[in-house]
């Protein structure tokens, strides 16, 4: 296999532990709509972009508001809320954030939230500085599970994308690592819901310590 020469972080799930939050706030967004979704539905959605789980759940109950609509009401929602809370940091991630650099591996985070958001929150966190590149599913046309923002982010990293190390919390984003060739650690965090990780390479724990080296040859 080829070295690894950049590390790419999922940001819900993995940086802050924020599913909890996501779900309770589309929850209360769908049942506005006097829509009741079961938790195996739900947790479908995890990982994907805000503008493709509405024109889901348009195309699914035939709602008569536009995505664009849907999904700025979401964004707000989320933003105020991230803005004016304390935002959950899993401090293993951090650590491998910090040892990614100290290795010299090219850093990104590729979320499937508004960049907006993902800007907010590694700048509440002052994690800024570690990355080299953030992307957002917003700058890609098909949201996780389909590989294009791992590629997108290969590619303005300048490595190939078997050369590519991600780390991700959901079904939807282990499946887009894949799919576009990268190795993939799936971090199983309970907090995301039930979420299908087997085809990654490797499953840690959301508590587990474990160090870069433990996890790829560098
Ligand atoms: O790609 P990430 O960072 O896991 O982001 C996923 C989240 O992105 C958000 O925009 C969605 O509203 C969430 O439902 C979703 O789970």
């Given at each position: 296999m080829c070295k690894i020469k950049a590390v790419i972080f999922d940001m819900d799930?993995?940086?802050?532990?924020s599913e909890p939050i996501h779900i309770e706030i589309e929850k209360k967004l769908i049942k506005k709509m006097g829509i009741e979704l079961d938790s195996k539905q739900h947790e479908s959605?995890?990982?994907?972009t805000m503008e493709a789980l509405w024109e889901q759940i348009r195309s699914d109950f035939k709602l008569n508001y536009s995505v664009e609509e849907l999904v700025e009401n979401h964004k707000k929602e989320v933003y105020n809320y991230l803005a004016s809370s304390a935002l959950p940091l899993f401090p293993n991630i951090k650590n491998l954030i910090l040892e990614s650099k100290q290795n010299n591996l090219e850093t990104a985070v590729a979320s499937s939230s508004p960049k907006k958001i993902i800007e907010l929150v590694v700048n509440k966190l002052d994690?800024?500085?570690?990355?080299d590149y953030l992307i957002s599913g917003e700058q890609v046309q098909k949201s996780k599970p389909y590989p294009d923002i791992f590629l997108q982010t290969a590619k303005q990293l300048r490595v190939s994308p078997n050369q590519c190390l991600v780390i991700e919390d959901s079904s939807n984003g282990v499946k887009a690592a894949k799919a576009a060739e990268m190795k993939c650690i799936g971090?199983?965090?309970?907090?995301?819901?039930?979420?299908?990780?087997?085809?990654?390479d490797f499953i840690i724990n959301s508590k587990d310590e474990v160090t870069l080296k433990e996890i790829i040859n560098i």
């Open positions: 799930g993995v940086i802050i532990d959605y995890i990982g994907m994690i800024n500085c570690f990355f971090f199983q965090n309970p907090n995301s819901g039930n979420q299908d990780l087997s085809v990654a």
